[in-house]
């Protein structure tokens, strides 16, 4: 628990590939949470302008030559956040939030105040309707349910804050779009505190184009490795 004598020293941490139309944006949104001390963006191998854009928003940016995915992103950056500072808490903020990246802030008070150990957000409906038909919200829902009793409103959040002693404890991160079942199942499996938290939060929403379902397929094999990696550690 932090200090209270002291403000909270919040890290807030950006996984981005080929973002640089939101990026700026989304970093400037979160250097404006109370308690941001650093926003760093975790550029994964992207073809265009994200690392420039993240730096001139005011991020500091650290880079992987090549993708190697979400998972990969997070521990880098948090990494590069140990090297630099003593964070009370992280925050995970997708990429495409650009200005309503700033309500994340609500995810930050319940673990600064010890009443989470992880929060995780809870999106309203997205004013552009996705293409998907729901087969990996609902192969994470149900493993995550079955792996801890806990059923999740959307399993695949992105947007989460963890207190780095949550994190360190449930090392290693699932591959790739497996991150975040992984992490849920993890962090109550080690007895702690997970807390759901609105969040007026908007973003992308894939379509129907092939790469849009290249995307869906590739979050259903990491989802259905992370689920399979847990059930194992259990027998």
Known sequence: MPDPRRPAVVAVIVPAKD??????????????????????????????????????????????????????????????????????ALLFVDADLQDSALATAALVTPVIDAAADMTIAVLPPQS???????????????????????????????????????????????????????LTIDVLRSGRRVVEVPCDLHHRVTGTHPRDQLHRAAQYRDVWLALAARRLRRR
Request: charged share 20%; net charge positive.
């Open 19 to 88: 973002e640089a139309a939101r990026i700026g944006a989304t970093v400037r949104a979160a250097l404006q949470i109370p308690d941001v001390a650093v926003v760093v963006v975790v550029d994964d191998g992207s073809t265009d302008r994200t690392a420039e854009v993240a730096r001139e928003a005011g991020a500091e940016v650290t880079r992987h030559a090549r993708n190697r995915g979400k998972g990969a992103a997070m521990q880098t950056g948090v990494a590069y956040v140990a090297r630099h500072l003593a964070a009370d």
């Open 128 to 182: 552009t309707v996705g293409g998907g038909r729901g087969f990996v919200v609902r192969l994470a829902g149900e493993g995550v349910e079955r792996a801890t009793g806990w059923t999740p409103t959307q399993p695949l959040s992105g947007m989460r804050c963890i207190t780095p002693g949550a994190f360190a404890a449930v090392q290693p991160l699932a591959r790739g779009w497996g991150v975040e079942v992984g």
